[in-house]
């Protein structure tokens, strides 16, 4: 049986930095973050910052604890047998929501980043999902927003929609590669979580797809959660 919230002809999406399951209390809880992430009734949720960053990058949220999210389960980017992700970068997706491809990048830039971005088959229609955590700085989200739209670019055409944590500060300048072939949205300040003061989280749709509704998460817990706070996006294919 379709879930209440898997919903023909629309589609919620979540991006959420994690940062580790590091909250602004300074406590690791991996159970807040998925208490988060339960509470918004998401379809699709693109993960920053999911894995610990030393030898073989291990999830930082628990498998044991994934598996309270009811009805989500982890699309296998993992970077190793113990990872969550790919850099980092992870994906969850509903019960309903089938997995067609998979797809790696390793972009360039000061600091090792990644991206990755899943083919889906959807009560909504095909749909193709990136997740991104850009550079610190400009010069290096430059180049790695030319990398991404080069390998989209040579993948089979699909509606595509790409979320996360872009880094960056200006809501005018510093995405333009990305805003030449993509509407690129933010829902509101979602960082940092106790005091938002930037919108440094983005979603951007390609055409064929549309957002009906969008914003910014600040329910309890997730203030205390991580320095970010999740966006979401209620997607409709045209």
Not at 68 to 82: I, N, P, R, Y
Request: aromatic share 4%; proline share 7%; glycine share 10%.
């Amino acid at each position: 049986m379709t879930q209440p919230h898997l919903r023909p002809g629309r589609l919620r999406l979540v991006s959420y930095n994690i940062r580790k399951a590091l909250g602004t209390d300074r406590r690791r809880n991996p159970a807040r973050i998925c208490n988060v992430i339960a509470a918004m009734e998401a379809d699709i949720v693109v993960l920053q910052e999911a894995d610990l960053r030393l030898g073989a990058r291990p999830t930082a949220i628990p498998l044991t604890e994934l598996s309270q999210l009811g009805g989500l389960h982890v699309v296998d980017f993992g970077q190793s047998a113990k990872s969550l992700g790919w850099h980092g970068n992870a994906m969850l997706v509903r019960e309903g929501i089938a997995v067609r491809d998979l797809h790696r990048m390793v972009l360039p830039g000061f600091e090792p980043r990644g991206a990755i971005a899943a083919d889906l088959d959807t009560p909504a229609g095909p749909l193709r999902v990136g997740g991104l955590h850009l550079g610190l700085l400009r010069g290096s989200r430059r180049l790695q927003l030319t990398h991404i739209m080069d390998e989209l670019n040579r993948m089979p055409e699909r509606p595509t929609v790409l979320a996360g944590d872009m880094n960056e500060w200006s809501e005018r300048v510093g995405l333009g590669r990305l805003a030449r072939k993509f509407e690129i949205h933010a829902p509101g300040r979602s960082f940092h979580a106790r005091r938002p003061v930037a919108a440094l989280d983005r979603i951007a749709t390609g055409p064929g797809l549309v957002i009906a509704e969008s914003g910014v998460w600040h329910e309890q817990p997730a203030p205390a959660a991580s320095d970010h706070l999740p966006i979401w996006a209620d997607l409709h294919h045209v």
